[in-house]
Nanobody
């Protein structure tokens, strides 16, 4: 069972930036990775994916142009750079993984993702 551990969340003012990290145990080069978020009383929302094969990325419309997903394969660490943060970005952010070379089409299908981290809270005021 893959283990994912997120960090980097915090409380910031609107317009500021954060960088979230997700450290994955074991080799992850053949896995797709993703970030999801869930605010109170709302459904879990896909934020971004990065393919295990060619590293191609997919973003939700609400974050495209502001957030950037990336991965350091040597460190088995997934990142999410959050710029120009807005109060509506306030959520618990989760790292997720599944096997497969490409999974951008699963951005809004949370049940398809096999492994999840515990989440890290981002609060924007």
């Amino acid at each position: 069972h893959a283990q994912l551990v997120e960090s980097g969340g915090g409380s910031v003012q609107a317009g500021q930036s954060l960088r979230l990290s997700c450290v994955a145990s074991g080799p992850q080069n053949d896995y797709c990775m993703a970030w999801f978020r869930q605010a109170p009383a709302k459904e879990r929302e896909g934020v971004a994916t990065i393919a295990g094969g060619d590293g191609s990325t997919t973003y939700s419309d609400s974050v495209r142009g502001r957030f950037t997903i990336s991965k350091d394969y040597a460190k088995n660490t997934l990142y999410l750079q959050l710029n120009s943060l807005k109060p509506e970005d306030t959520s618990m952010y989760y790292c997720a993984a599944r096997s497969g070379g490409y999974c951008g089409y699963l951005l809004q299908t949370s049940v398809a993702w096999s492994y999840w981290g515990q989440g890290t809270q981002v609060t924007v005021s």
